[in-house]
């Protein structure tokens, strides 16, 4: 219905900003993300979704026109409302959270305020194949990645170290370097561990 605004920014909080459209404020939610990208000029513009409950009409406000693509695409998913999805996009980037569905990665999904694993297993569930689809990633890297886990996992199993410690570790070096090899998502857990 409202599908942009571009017009003076009069109020800018990190979760809503206020537009003067020719006269008109309209007050919009934003997620952290879109905060950081708002320019300091006075205009701006803004892609927007308009969320129509029976009490309220809720203008959610977007610096990029990917990020409200991934926010719709949350709101499909049942057990996420507008408030979770702009708490997934305000927590991750547009990219992280991306990745994190196309690979599987519900410990990222679910480390969000507001997501528990049931429901961070149905979003990737639910979005795995669009996600790939739409944004064209190659489910071969993204495996690739997960195969380095796994081994690199299994060969600090066989090397004695507890399985849930080793798998906080590994994860966390992942995370930090997601083009690690083997050896060296090996070597800095041993560092760690």
Same mark, same amino acid.
């Given at each position: 219905?409202?599908?942009?605004?571009?017009?003076?920014?009069?109020?800018?909080?990190?979760?809503?900003?206020?537009?003067?459209?020719?006269?008109?404020?309209?007050?919009?939610?934003?997620?952290?993300?879109?905060?950081?990208?708002?320019?300091?000029?006075?205009?701006?513009?803004?892609?927007?979704?308009?969320?129509?409950?029976?009490?309220?009409?809720?203008?959610?406000?977007?610096?990029?026109?990917?990020?409200?693509?991934?926010?719709?695409?949350?709101?499909?998913?049942?057990?996420?409302?507008?408030?979770?999805?702009?708490?997934? $996009? #305000?927590? *991750? &980037?547009?990219?992280?959270?991306?990745?994190?569905? @196309?690979?599987?990665? +519900?410990?990222? !999904?679910?480390?969000?305020?507001?997501?528990?694993?049931?429901?961070?297993?149905?979003?990737?569930?639910?979005?795995?194949?669009?996600?790939?689809?739409?944004?064209?990633?190659?489910?071969?890297?993204?495996?690739?990645?997960?195969?380095?886990?796994?081994?690199? $996992? #299994?060969? *600090? &199993?066989?090397?004695?170290?507890?399985?849930?410690? @080793?798998?906080?570790? +590994?994860?966390? !070096?992942?995370?930090?370097?997601?083009?690690?090899?083997?050896?060296?998502?090996?070597?800095?857990?041993?560092?760690?561990?």
């Amino acid at each position: 219905m409202i599908a942009h605004l571009q017009g003076k920014l009069v109020e800018k909080n990190p979760t809503e900003v206020v537009i003067d459209c020719n006269g008109v404020g309209y007050h919009v939610n934003i997620s952290l993300h879109t905060y950081s990208l708002l320019p300091d000029s006075e205009n701006i513009k803004l892609f927007t979704y308009l969320q129509i409950k029976e009490d309220a009409h809720i203008l959610f406000g977007f610096a990029e026109k990917s990020e409200r693509e991934i926010f719709k695409l949350l709101l499909s998913v049942s057990g996420i409302g507008a408030g979770i999805a702009r708490t997934m $996009l #305000s927590s *991750l &980037e547009p990219k992280q959270i991306i990745h994190s569905i @196309a690979s599987g990665d +519900v410990a990222t !999904i679910q480390s969000i305020k507001g997501i528990g694993s049931k429901t961070a297993q149905r979003a990737i569930l639910d979005l795995k194949d669009k996600v790939l689809k739409v944004y064209d990633l190659d489910e071969v890297s993204i495996s690739q990645d997960n195969t380095n886990k796994d081994e690199a $996992l #299994s060969a *600090l &199993e066989v090397l004695g170290f507890n399985r849930k410690l @080793a798998e906080k570790t +590994v994860e966390k !070096i992942v995370k930090e370097n997601p083009n690690a090899s083997i050896e060296n998502i090996i070597k800095l857990a041993l560092k760690t561990l």
